[in-house]
């Protein structure tokens, strides 16, 4: 009896092992809310979160989570988008805007239309995602389960061998002799080795998808422990994407402040990217009000502040109002030269300085390429710029092969030219052009706030949006990798102690089938509990480090070369 419930007790800890791998997806599902209020016939109206239809209006108060997805269509609040997105600062919706289920609202009133319900929400993609990637096989799994196909042949094959030893040969009772075969048979049972890749991947990808990286399928996380090189694609992946004013160059005896002031007065009225970086610079200043506001195509803007007429734009637009840019035109050069976009302000034919605005890197990139060099991997950053200006990024992140001068089309190609010389090529894009490159990558990693055809391309998503979580996914996928061997070493060692134990080889000291039964729950449990010593595992992808590394001298590639 106490060696039954040492049997029971080891398929118990197997049982919550099994169990515990599955917490990841259990902590999403409980992220949405039972309940939603909704507008029916003009009144509010509570029902089942699985009961809100598409179109329907839903009520939200502060402090409420997004039972499904949509669009305000009335009024204005700041949401908590962390679960998603890993933000921690909230983010304002307003009218038109689009909201994500399982986020929480928390300030205003809002009433949004449910565009996406039940399966087609991002939280149930999510949570498909991480069960098909814990449903499906590595291929050490595969390795595995041919080991437990040949292992149960050996079993059987052992198993006669020493009957036909014990009974004939050496002329035991047949009592004996069937003990001996039976503890063979149980101890040979091939629980571990079936456990030993399963657990560590379940683990593994719930682990992920707790931090905001989400393994499609388990030959993902096995191909990129393989990878040597990683290309980034430049523009919203190592770059916020979006134009920021990095710098501004006032003429003498005039202000900074001065200089923003009257251009964002003439951009507020614009639409286009660099118009609106300027304006965000300028939240903080008293900009005046402009009149005869004009669009100056390829060129700038115009417009008149108290009668004085301002002109906003580059070298052209200057030249034509003969403007004198002497006395910046070699700061301004140099602006160009280190891959800046140029804007000149001038009022009344006088300059009164230079606004520069380029893409800038994200806060994390340099410390992605940092530890991506530790772990012994190539970056390459894959851009469209011209060499020059991909030179100066490649310089200031440490990147170590520039392919410049690339055409959207041309991005899947060269990532094949990386494979054709022997490399494991990972991908890091965000983009619609990005999806051939993420599907011809050995293993592609999209970038969560980018398009949907590039999530669907890729491999791995990284739904923080952050580079620095390749760092984590390549870390995730080591350990879990380390832990598959341990267990599959553990399983086939466990195995050739026990045959020859149970078989009597070292009669007098013989094993019991209890023992052995004991022993078969025993290799199991302790498989499942190793794969769960994962969780112990930190990701350096939550918290990157802020010291910049050394430079790096960057090859460039240009068109038709290759790294």
């Known amino acids: 009896s106490v060696l039954l419930v040492f049997i029971l ?29 909704v507008l029916r016939n003009g009144k509010e109206v509570e029902v089942a979160t699985a009961d809100v239809a598409l179109g329907d209006i839903v009520v939200l108060r502060p402090g409420n989570k997004l039972p499904v997805d949509g669009q305000v269509i009335e009024g204005e609040s700041t949401i908590d988008e962390s679960m998603l997105t890993g933000e921690s600062m909230p983010v304002i919706k307003r009218v038109g805007d689009t909201v994500i289920g399982a986020t929480i609202n928390k300030s205003g009133t809002l009433r949004y239309r449910s565009t996406k319900i039940g399966a087609d929400t991002a939280l149930a993609q999510i949570v498909r995602l991480v069960q098909e990637a814990q449903n499906s096989k590595a291929p050490a799994q595969l390795l595995a389960d041919r080991a437990a196909q040949w292992l149960v042949l050996a079993a059987i094959v052992v198993g006669l061998v020493t009957f036909a030893v014990w009974f004939w040969w050496f002329g035991q009772p047949l009592l004996f002799a069937m003990t001996l075969t039976i503890t063979v048979f149980v101890i040979a049972c091939p629980d571990a080795l079936g456990l030993a890749t399963p657990m560590a991947v379940m683990v593994g990808t719930g682990l992920g998808a707790a931090n905001g990286i989400l393994f499609k399928n388990a030959a993902a996380l096995e191909e990129t422990t393989k ?54 610079r300028s939240q903080s200043l008293d900009i005046p009000a402009v009149d005869d506001f004009l669009n100056i195509e390829g060129k700038g803007a115009s417009a008149r502040i ?20 002497q006395a910046l035109g070699d700061r301004a050069e140099a602006l160009k030269g280190d891959g800046r976009t140029v804007v000149h302000v001038a009022r009344s034919g006088r ?11 994200r806060p994390t990139a340099v410390a992605t390429i940092s530890k991506l060099h530790e772990k012994g991997i190539r970056v ?14 490649a310089g200031m992140l440490g990147i170590d092969i520039v392919l410049a001068d690339v055409l959207p089309g041309q991005k899947a190609e060269k990532i094949k030219q990386l494979q054709q010389e022997g490399f494991k090529v990972g991908m890091v894009g965000d983009g619609v052009n990005d999806a051939p490159a993420l599907t011809q990558a050995d293993v592609g990693f999209s970038i969560g706030a980018g398009a949907d055809v590039a999530i669907e391309s890729a491999d791995i998503v990284l739904m923080k949006s952050d580079p620095y979580d390749v760092v984590g996914a390549m870390t995730l996928s080591r350990a879990t990798l380390r832990k598959m061997h341990q267990n599959l070493w ?42 769960l010593l994962l969780k112990r595992t930190t990701l350096e992808g939550i918290r990157p480090p802020t010291s910049p590394p050394g430079k790096r001298e960057p090859l460039t590639l240009q068109r038709g070369a290759t790294a």
């Not at 004085?308 to 030249?319: H, K, S």
């Not at 020059?388 to 990024?393: D, L, N, P, S």
């Open 9 to 37: 007790l080891g398929h118990w800890l197997e049982m919550r092992a099994r169990a515990g791998a599955s917490e990841a997806i259990r902590a999403l599902l409980d992220l949405a809310p039972p309940k939603a209020i």
């Open 227 to 280: 990878l040597d090189v990683l290309v980034f694609d430049k523009t919203g992946t190592l770059t916020m994407g979006q134009p920021r004013v990095v710098e501004v160059v006032p003429a003498a005896e005039i202000e900074s402040d001065d200089v923003l002031r009257v251009a964002a007065a003439v951009e507020r009225g614009s639409d286009h990217p660099l118009a609106l970086a300027i304006v965000e």
């Open 306 to 325: 108290n009668g004085a007429q301002i002109f906003l734009g580059n070298r052209r637009l200057m030249d034509e109002q003969v403007v004198d840019l």
């Open 351 to 361: 300059l009164l300085g230079l606004i520069a605005i380029a893409d800038a890197p």
């Open 380 to 393: 390459a950053m894959l851009t469209g710029d011209n060499a020059g200006t991909a030179q100066r990024i």
């Open 490 to 531: 553990w399983a086939v060692g466990y195995n050739a102690i026990a045959f020859p134990l149970a078989a009597g080889v070292f009669y007098p000291f013989l094993l019991s089938p209890e023992i052995a039964a004991l022993a078969m729950s025993g290799s199991s449990a302790l498989v499942a509990l190793n794969a």
